[in-house]
């Protein structure tokens, strides 16, 4: 199968018109636009207008992840909402999905988490959550982006109506009580040895205590934040640390979260990581066995691999790709009945427990699968043999627009040249990241030789093309 991703052709999207909404919110290098305290505010009081609706007391539940900029980015978010009449609720730092468990928790009118994911610490964002927890759709981001883009002093409310801040003290307790919920009743972790990352982010306080509290024995990395060291040298993105410390810890299972600990991957007891399509396929097997899967399958994005379709096919199920980003998971998950959804990068949604990606729910579900085997992590957790995959990232100067690049008539006869290759025997994505300035190349096939070739000959063009 070939698949050609070009941005100017997204379903459901229409980011030639989004100028500060990506596929995650809105996000940037901080104390720059559109990262800045000035937009910030002007982002609650756009959102604050949009979700004040009747007569009560409206409220916003901001939480943030560890970086330095938070500090710039948490007081400007407050006076925008505090300015339009919302009441804040500050939690501090708190896993994203915490954030998403607290807006419906709270009966919140809106949710906001201050982090930039994965990436370094000199970038943060700012991602938003509806009522019911899920994040917004790019109908309402691009109405709150209309309101940024207006007169905001319209939007200002009387003296004797502004908001109000407050902090609530046990926002982790209840967030940690909330994940423990969800583990198998019966099961505990007792006799497992873990080693638990945690990115020197959000969770570095929630996680290990989660898994301690429910038996296991947890090695801790990434729990010493200090504003600058988020996702550096550890974490999702940089496991090494963690592989090394599993072996010569002789730990059952390895477990890396990012900075906003939505996204989780693993390492077994050997050393060697697990991603995001290997869980939800482990998932989908344990929760078709028990009668827990809803929908006939599992939602992932165009980067899950051939060979988790493949798997999925022999158990009786079937892959509902969607666009790379967790909320067009989540989208078609809640379109077509699914409970089970994620993608390869970590971000694993468990729709009977969570609304949006949540790495220490999903770390659970799969120590559940580990327990319940009674066999070693090497053998429960690499359910199929995934088809020879590449990712490759070119990174554009200040200035170059992504889609003027994969127009170029020699960038596309290139595309050309290599879907002819790949012709039923492989798959080759191409796509502008939403979040980052990158053109992302990606191919698959089973032969790995070509793989190589393909994802060389494409690097080669596009970044002569982008210089």
């Known amino acids: 199968m070939i698949m050609v ?13 989004r100028r500060l909404f990506g596929t995650d919110g809105v996000r940037g290098l901080a104390n720059t636009d559109p990262m800045t305290a000035e937009i910030a505010m002007r982002i609650g009081m756009a959102a604050g207008s949009r979700f004040i609706r009747g007569d009560h007391r409206h409220t916003v539940v901001i939480g943030k992840d560890t970086r330095l900029s938070g500090y710039l980015i948490e007081p400007a978010l407050t006076a925008g909402f505090v300015s339009v009449g919302m009441d804040v609720v500050l939690v501090g730092p708190i896993p994203t999905p915490g954030i998403a468990m607290l807006t419906r928790s709270l009966r919140a009118d809106l949710g906001v988490m201050i982090s930039a994911s994965h990436n370094p610490y000199q970038d943060n964002g700012i991602k938003l959550f509806g009522p019911d927890g899920y994040k917004l759709s790019d109908a309402i981001e691009m109405e709150i982006e209309s309101l940024i883009d207006g007169d905001t002093t319209t939007l200002r409310v009387s003296a004797d109506r502004l908001g109000r801040a407050k902090r609530l003290d046990d926002a982790a307790g209840r967030y940690i009580e909330s994940t423990k919920s969800t583990f198998p009743r019966g099961l505990r972790l007792d006799g ?41 040298g550890c974490g999702s993105t940089d496991p090494e640390r963690l592989r090394e410390l599993v072996v010569s810890h002789h730990a059952h299972l390895g477990l890396a979260l990012d900075g906003d600990a939505d996204r989780v991957l693993f390492c077994d007891e050997r050393g060697e990581m697990i991603d995001g399509d290997q869980v939800l396929g482990v998932i989908a097997r344990q929760w078709q066995a028990d009668k827990q899967l809803q929908g006939g399958g599992v939602v992932a994005t165009v980067m899950s691999n051939l060979g988790l379709e493949r798997y999925l096919d022999r158990l009786g199920l079937h892959l509902k790709r969607t666009n790379v980003g967790d909320r067009y998971v989540v989208e078609e998950m809640k379109t077509g009945g699914y409970n089970l959804g994620g993608e390869q990068s970590g971000h694993i949604i468990l729709g009977d427990h969570a609304t949006t990606g949540d790495g220490i729910i999903a770390a659970l579900q799969i120590l559940a699968a580990l327990i319940q085997s009674g066999k070693a992590a090497s053998e429960t957790l690499r359910v199929f043999g995934a088809v020879p995959q590449k990712l490759k990232n070119v990174r554009l100067n200040d200035g170059v627009d992504a889609k003027a690049v994969l127009r170029m008539t020699g960038v596309k006869a290139a595309i050309a040249d290599v879907e002819k290759r790949l012709l039923g025997k492989g798959r080759l994505l191409i796509r502008k990241s939403g979040t980052e300035p990158l053109i992302r190349i990606m191919a698959e096939s089973d032969d790995s030789k070509e793989v190589d070739a393909v994802i060389a000959s494409l690097t080669e063009v596009i970044s002569k093309a982008a210089s």
């Open 192 to 232: 497992l040895k873990i080693v638990v990352d945690c990115a020197n982010g959000a969770a570095y306080k929630i996680a290990p205590a989660v898994f301690w509290e429910l038996g296991a024995q947890v090695v801790k990395v990434g729990v010493d934040p200090d504003g600058i060291n988020i996702n550096l």
């Open 5 to 17: 991703h070009d941005p100017q052709s997204k379903p459901r999207q229409t980011m030639s018109t």
